[in-house]
């Protein structure tokens, strides 16, 4: 999947928003890393960047 991505991407961000609850993550400050959503999974968030072709 991620090479499919890759080739009919030009761009690719992603943003780890964390919050598995699962592995116990905790926050930078130490606080419980909460998710965003109620679910147990953490989530992230995909940008993916398609340039139009230029005419030859």
Excluded: C
């Amino acid at each position: 999947m991620r090479q499919s991505l890759a080739k009919t991407f030009d761009k690719i961000y992603l943003l780890d928003l964390h919050g598995n609850s699962k592995k116990k993550e905790v926050a930078p400050d130490g606080s419980p890393d909460e998710n965003v959503f109620d679910i147990q999974q953490g989530v992230a968030v995909a940008i993916m960047v398609k340039y139009p072709k230029s005419p030859s």
